[in-house]
């Protein structure tokens, strides 16, 4: 059994940073990607960033070099910098274990159906 639980989601004014945590309980030894994703109002849910088994990261484009995704394998927690945010990254954020990107547009696959938190909301506006 797995558990994933987010947190760090709030309301930033643009340009503002936020950071992301997911904590991990249960199984937490993956064999693929652990990420974060997100869905918006009215949108798909898409990825953001992912992380490997050797800790390399992918990011779908808009986020990248605004958004650094990074674990801490002893404390079994995934954390989500955000810098720069704009009303586009408005969204229910979701961590998510054995779903990884398959391009750099968002687009992700499961094994099986993966392992999914709650979700965390993040909000940008002025």
């Known amino acids: 059994q797995v558990q994933l639980q987010e947190s760090g989601g709030d309301s930033v004014e643009p340009g503002g940073s936020l950071r992301l945590s997911c904590a991990a309980s249960?199984?937490?030894?993956?064999?693929?990607?652990m990420g974060w994703f997100r869905q918006g109002p009215g949108k798909e849910r898409e990825g953001v960033a992912v992380?490997?088994?050797?800790?390399?990261?992918k990011y779908k484009d808009s986020v990248e070099g605004r958004f650094t995704i990074s674990q801490d394998n002893a404390k079994n927690t995934l954390f989500l910098q955000m810098n720069n945010l704009g009303p586009d990254d408005s969204a229910m954020y979701y961590c998510?274990?054995?779903?990884?990107?398959?391009?750099?547009?968002?687009?992700?696959?499961?094994?099986?159906?993966?392992?999914w938190g709650q979700g965390t909301q993040v909000t940008v506006s002025s």
């Open positions: 998510a274990a054995e779903v990884c990107l398959t391009d750099t547009l968002g687009h992700y696959s499961a094994v099986g159906s993966g392992y």
């Open positions: 249960g199984r937490t030894s993956f064999r693929y990607c």
């Open positions: 992380i490997d088994r050797k800790g390399n990261a």
